[in-house]
């Protein structure tokens, strides 16, 4: 490196007393030399500047630099670490150090090229004297295995709580002489749907109150309702379907708050990649493992064992993550007063979000089990709508820090979330209808069936292995729309099985379609909309990615449930039931050809954007 290089990468250092003027705030990622000019030979470096308070005549813009010595922003999809006191930006930036024991002589810090004396970035009163900032404390590297194993197990349950009720539902349905057990798939539709929900708040109160408490909070709320749901044995279907639900809840917390304790380590090279690998193919050896337990418990005791369990299982995961995880320093403290609270956790938008969400979902469940001719069900309707629309109007032109940054966000977006809507609704339908289809039809043991499964794991593994590769070769638009025909052709090949035929004909290949088609479709989509938005707000939308996985799949149960019910017969007689499986396979097809539909749409327009004229 050149001895006449004064600022690095993610650093900013200074002579003591001497001031550095930014002609662009790019600046601050590149190295700097004299560039052949003699006016910036004064840059040359002798102590860091760690901590900055920036000025800006524009009180809309309000952009953070981040510092390598502290912790990386909470909810941000950048692993870039963050500094400690809130920057804006003028158009000409100055910063400036406070005079310690040198002095540089005023004519070295005049620039010929400023049309107007900018104002100066002092350091905060935090960076006054010769306190440096706390960096983020080193663990031993047996620590640091067990963090990521904690983070990556939570990970794992929260995906084998969808799962877990598929084996147990012909047990429950007796249990609550429910005459057809598929009016039991609002009990996973719930938990999906509240699961998808709650991820946009999760990600405000890991921010406010920190990661590492909502973390521990969300799995002891999972492991009171998975013991709640569990106990309902003795008490009736509603509680089991609506302890459900509130178990999704706690599930919603730990996923985004585990995701940013693993980035607040800032892992680098082999490290980082091995690290998010690992939570990566949590998600489908969740299903297979979720599945397997409560196939296990149902076979050897009875179902509400598979719930006790797994409330054990997270309890225990709870008490090690509160001596495990590693502190980490947020980049700001909690608001003092009540009103400084509700303001950054923007609560009118939490209270209308949830709100729609909820009573809409709810009215799609509610529906296969008493029908549309109810009329609550159309009042339920309308009200979400009405908080929906609220709730927009509340985001966009009024909450001082919204949930959502709709300003920010384009049609694109909107289409995007819809394809993974779709595809995740396929998705879920394929996987409770199809279960129920070889459990009912060909009176396969629920043991067996898991083991039927077992390709929809390893085929998940191995995409999240090979995505990377795939991403970097192929465009974004292309591989979304290939990922959403494969979800197509896994949901035909169910929809046209019949009752009597071999695993490996239909079954096997359908699960490898889908297994692909899902598990590469979520990180593709994500890539997609980081692109399309400022880097400050990717952790948000990367996150609406999943609240569309979830609460798509979680409303594709609603519907299919629906169809089910008003065209197959509720009787037991095999034809009837066959009718109705067939139509709920292919409102799943109907939806992944939806799905397909707009990623073609979007691959084209793109195409035509970049074609010359």
Known sequence: MASHEGMFRNSVWSRDGGNISLNSFVELERPWDDGGGGDRRMLYALNPVSKFSVSSDDDNENLDYYSPHHTSSPFSNSSRPVERTPLTISPIHTISQQSREHAVPQALSNDARQEKPPRPLQPSSGTQGNSAAPEEPKI?????????????????????????????????????????????????????????????????????????????????????????????????????????????????????????????????????????????????????????????????????????????????????????????????????????????????GIITGIASFGLFGFAWCQAQVVGWQEAYLWIILTMSVALAVLFVILEACYAPKPLIPFSSLSAK???????????????GIWLFYGWQFVEHFRSTSPLQITTYFVPFGAVGCLSVVT??????????????????????IGSVLVATMPIR??????????????????????????????????????????????????????????????????????????????????????????????????????????RRRKSPT
Not at 154 to 161: P, R, S, T, V
Not at 328 to 342: D, E, M, Y
Not at 573 to 589: E, K
């Open 140 to 348: 031993p590297l047996l620590r640091e295995i067990l963090f990521v194993a904690v983070v990556c197990i939570a990970h794992l349950c929260a995906q084998a709580g969808i799962s877990q009720t598929l084996p147990t539902t012909r047990g429950v349905g007796s249990r609550f002489q429910v005459a057809n057990a598929n009016d039991l798939s609002v009990a996973i539709a719930g938990y999906a749907a509240a699961l998808g929900t709650f991820m946009l708040i999760a990600g405000r109160l890991g921010e406010t109150f920190g990661c590492k408490r909502i973390f521990i909070v969300g799995l002891g709320w999972s492991a009171a309702w998975s013991l709640i749901v569990g106990t309902s044995f003795y008490s009736t279907r509603s509680l089991f379907i609506t302890s459900r639900a509130f178990q999704g809840v706690g599930a919603a917390l730990t996923l985004p708050t585990g995701l940013e304790l693993l980035r607040a380590r800032r892992a680098t090279g082999i490290r980082r990649a091995i690290i998010f690998t690992l939570y990566a193919i949590m998600s489908p050896m969740g299903l297979i493992i979720g599945a397997l337990g409560a196939s296990l418990f149902d076979k050897l005791a009875w179902w509400s064992w598979a719930y006790w369990a797994f409330s054990i299982t997270l309890t225990v995961l709870g008490i090690i993550s509160c001596f495990i995880i590693p502190p980490v320093p947020r980049a700001k403290g909690l608001p003092s007063g009540a009103r400084a609270i509700a303001l950054e956790l923007d609560i009118p």
């Open 413 to 427: 977006i909107l289409w995007i979330l819809i394809a993974i809507a779709c595809s995740w609704s396929c998705f």
């Open 467 to 488: 995505t990377p590769f795939i991403l970097n070769r192929f465009q974004l638009h292309v591989v979304l729309c290939i990922a959403m025909l494969a979800t197509m």
């Open 501 to 606: 035929q071999s695993y490996w004909q239909q079954m096997f290949i359908s699960i490898l379609f889908m297994s692909w088609g899902v598990n590469i479709s979520v990180p593709t989509a994500e890539l997609m909309v980081l692109k399309l938005v400022h880097r400050r707000h990717g952790g948000i939308v990367a996150t609406l990615v999943w609240t569309a996985m979830y609460y798509g799949m979680g409303l594709g149960l609603g519907i299919a449930g629906t169809v089910e019910s008003n065209i197959g017969s509720r009787r037991s007689r095999v034809h009837n039931r066959l009718r109705g499986y067939r139509a709920a396979h292919w409102t799943s097809f109907g939806l992944a050809g939806l799905g397909f539909l707009v990623c073609l749409a979007l691959a084209l327009a793109s």
